[in-house]
T-cell receptor, first 114, second 114 residues
């Protein structure tokens, strides 16, 4: 089974609007971390936001927030007030406490329209 | 501060030729090191990871190998490249085994096997 599932291969959003990128995960480990990365066309991987499995509040970092629904095993990324520079691939990832591996989803390509 | 260097940035190799990609980390000790491959427009596939010198875990059986001759050096190799080895290769590191320890990525190597 896939550890991380991103069901939106591509999405469009109008500039200045909010957008939600979906991510569901699969683990039986009670302790895990969830991450979102941005990959612009240059190829670099930029860390955006982190959520721990025991965190009571949803993580926020500037215009990025993580909608963490533990019972549903989802960790959706919300980008508020989209900017043209937000156009990129976005990857959801998970790290389980007992492993040194990071599992990545297949990514969502976000296009921000002016 | 910690930095990660990966080279070369681009590489064009004929089928059947050998490969050596190198990655070094500065500013930290005993990092966990990772090699990922990304096919065009796709997600990240974990190839190898290492928790210490000489300790290599392989995730995908293939004609690639990895070595960690020094604490902060990680090398990806092949004796004979295949067409299917083409892709974007990313080296990454993380500290410790905590669920909040994120991955830091190198700038990547675009490998084209012709």
């Amino acid at each position: 089974a896939q550890k991380i599932t991103q069901t939106q291969p591509g999405m469009f959003v109008q500039e200045k609007e909010a957008v939600t990128l979906d991510c569901t995960y699969d683990t039986s480990d009670p302790s895990y971390g969830l991450f979102w990365y941005k990959q612009p066309s240059s190829g670099e991987m930029i860390f955006l936001i982190y959520q721990g499995s025991y965190d009571q509040q949803n993580a926020t970092e500037g215009r990025y927030s993580l909608n963490f629904q533990k019972a549903r095993k989802s960790a959706n990324l919300v980008i508020s007030a989209s900017q043209l520079g937000d156009s990129a691939m976005y990857f959801c990832a998970m790290r389980e406490v007992n492993f040194n591996k990071f599992y990545f989803g297949s990514g969502t390509k976000l296009n921000v329209k002016p | 501060s910690q930095t990660i260097h990966q080279w070369p940035a681009t590489l064009v190799q004929p089928v059947g030729s050998p490969l050596s990609l190198e990655c070094t980390v500065e500013g930290t000790s005993n990092p966990n090191l990772y090699w990922y491959r990304q096919a065009a427009g796709r997600g990240l596939q974990l190839l190898f990871y290492s928790v210490g010198i000489g300790q290599i875990s392989s995730e995908v059986p293939q004609n690639l190998s990895a070595s960690r001759p020094q604490d902060r050096q990680f090398i990806l190799s092949s004796k004979k490249l295949l067409l299917s080895d083409s892709g974007f290769y990313l080296c990454a590191w993380s500290l410790g085994a905590g669920i909040n320890e994120k991955l830091f990525f190198g700038s990547g190597t675009q490998l084209s096997v012709l």
